[in-house]
């Protein structure tokens, strides 16, 4: 993947020289490598999790429903509060500290946690410390890049997130090779590596302050409750309420197939392998064709996941199907939805405005992994899968009409 990087865009720039594509802002390319170590700590202990959970402490399905809930859905109760304070102190860089430090706390926490409420009460702060961060550096990105390339600088960002979680299942699975349930070594490997993503945020990424300064509480409040933001809001609550979390699609086929545990992390990998390649390729169609017919789009992939799980039978080809377009659809959504909100209200209220959307993502998520889990105890997975597809097909439809016309 070839980078040409600059610090400060030029506002308003749809292209380079000689019609080339803007080049990547060297703080988009910093804050990337900071997400790659974060998420090589992060998944690890992602790609574990189910199994740590279900094989290793015992728990129940509805247990891991409620683990899977708070990993989904926590961190919305400190987004707005993260969007607000960066919008407010306009120092998005040290808002963003606090929460990479939390999280990166979080993972040599879990190491002495062996009961159900120590494990939730460290989900629970890596999560609150990731809704702390997410929002003041995806307006750092949306801030230095320039306006008519932001799905691309997103999609930079994320490809290198996805570099880190790709990699993280990888060093998660050689020490269980070399260790034998040795989960420990993971939660302390995770720690080294988040602590490293830290001190790269500290000493190098410049301590910029995001277009414009901050805007009074009553006008800050008053560009999230306008009307322009509520389309693209709606459709993003409509199909969170959608979306099956990754650990339950993944147990769902490791389930039909019998997969043996210890290749169970390397799920991980072959989704967001697919996500690295396509990242950056559907962040440049979202700036072309439209960044709300590609958000759509890749729920469409994520619809076609559900039924190729439901009816895998344990092929092997189904499965690495079924891993392919779940990578698909976070390639299509994860940088693009921020993109496209980026868009909507001003420089001064980005932060928020992004952490908005975020939240009403992950809130409609926390719902559905608890209601997944009793449908998959009730029902089994396989027509809980038929179900949420039913659900999500319905959704598409409503989010499709509701984002109409919304990038002219």
């Avoid at 490293?196 to 009074?216: C, H, I, K, N, Y």
Wanted: proline share 5%; glycine share 12%.
């Amino acid at each position: 993947m070839y980078l040409t990087i600059r610090d400060r865009p030029g506002k308003g720039e749809a292209a380079g020289p000689g019609g080339r594509a803007p080049r990547v802002a060297t703080t988009v390319v910093l804050l990337g490598v900071v997400s790659l170590l974060t998420d090589i700590s992060s998944e690890m202990v992602t790609a574990v999790l189910p199994l740590y959970l279900t094989a290793e402490l015992g728990l129940g399905l509805l247990a891991y429903g409620v683990v899977d809930g708070l990993y989904q859905g926590v961190s919305a109760l400190v987004r707005i509060f993260g969007g607000y304070l960066n919008d407010r102190t306009n120092r998005p860089k040290w808002v963003a500290v606090s929460g990479y430090g939390i999280s990166a706390l979080s993972r040599i926490a879990l190491v002495p946690a062996h009961t159900f409420a120590a494990i939730t009460a460290v989900i629970t702060a890596d999560r609150l410390g990731k809704g702390f961060r997410t929002a003041p550096r995806d307006a750092l990105i949306a801030d230095a890049s320039d306006p008519g390339a932001l799905g691309r600088a997103f999609g930079v960002h994320r490809a290198l997130d996805t570099v880190g979680a790709a990699l993280g299942p990888l060093v998660a699975f050689a020490l269980l090779l070399l260790v034998p349930g040795g989960y420990r070594a993971v939660f302390v490997a995770s720690f080294a590596f988040g602590l490293v993503g830290v001190a790269v945020l500290v000493l190098f990424v410049p301590d910029r302050r995001t277009a414009g300064g901050g805007l009074p509480v009553r006008r800050l409040f008053a560009e999230l409750a306008a009307p322009r933001l509520r389309r693209p809001l709606l459709a993003a609550g409509l199909l969170g309420l959608c979306t099956v979390g990754d650990g339950f699609l993944y147990l769902s086929l490791q389930h039909s197939g019998d997969f043996a545990a210890r290749w169970f992390p390397l799920m991980y990998v072959g989704t967001n392998l697919v996500y690295l390649a396509l990242a950056v390729p559907l962040g440049r169609l979202a700036d072309r064709a439209g960044r709300a017919r590609v958000f759509v789009g890749g729920h469409v992939a994520l619809l076609a996941v559900y039924l190729v799980a439901a009816g895998s039978g344990g092929g092997v080809l189904p499965t690495l199907l079924a891993l392919a377009l779940l990578g698909v659809y976070y390639a299509a959504t994860d940088g693009v939805l921020p993109a496209l909100i980026s868009r909507r209200v001003p420089a001064q209220a980005r932060g928020s405005g992004i952490a908005a959307a975020q939240t009403v993502v992950v809130l409609t998520r926390f719902a559905v992994s608890l209601a997944f889990a009793g449908l998959w105890e009730a029902i089994g997975p396989a027509s809980a899968l038929c179900l949420a597809a039913g659900c999500l097909a319905a959704g598409l439809g409503a989010a499709s009409w509701l984002l109409k016309g919304i990038d002219a």
